[in-house]
């Protein structure tokens, strides 16, 4: 098991900033892959952003992409989702997960773990 907690998500103006991040317990946090999804009222949830165990490797989706950036401090067993220019279609709650593998999945059946999820809300 990996317990993740996220927390960080708030209401914010469009073209805002914020940071989200994923606390997980345990002292294997080195060694999953972490990713972000979100999940819009009355959507599926859908895949943010992904990033591999040491960091070197990250993965967006087109509709974040040069707005999010992930990382994660393995030392801090944390991984983040900085949000820049957000908006109003970025609101969601966003869900962080785990998995051990060396690929960074894109999917939600790929990964083991998930958290409870913050909710981001971005108004115009």
């Known amino acids: 098991q990996v317990p993740l907690v996220e927390s960080g998500g708030g209401l914010v103006q469009a073209g805002a900033s914020l940071r989200v991040s994923c606390a997980a317990s345990g002292r294997t946090f080195s060694v999953y892959a972490m990713g972000w999804f979100r999940q819009a009222p009355g959507k599926e949830r859908e895949f943010v952003a992904a990033?591999?165990?040491?960091?070197?490797?990250?993965y967006y989706a087109d509709s974040v992409k040069g707005r999010f950036t992930i990382s994660r401090d393995n030392a801090k067993n944390t991984v983040y989702l900085q949000m820049n220019s957000l908006k109003p279609e970025d609101t969601a709650v966003y869900y962080c997960?785990?998995?051990?593998?060396?690929?960074?999945?894109?999917?939600?059946?790929?990964?083991?773990?998930w958290g409870q999820g913050t909710q981001v809300t971005v108004s115009s």
């Open positions: 997960a785990a998995v051990r593998s060396i690929v960074l999945p894109r999917t939600t059946r790929e990964y083991d773990y």
């Open positions: 990033i591999s165990q040491s960091g070197g490797r990250s």
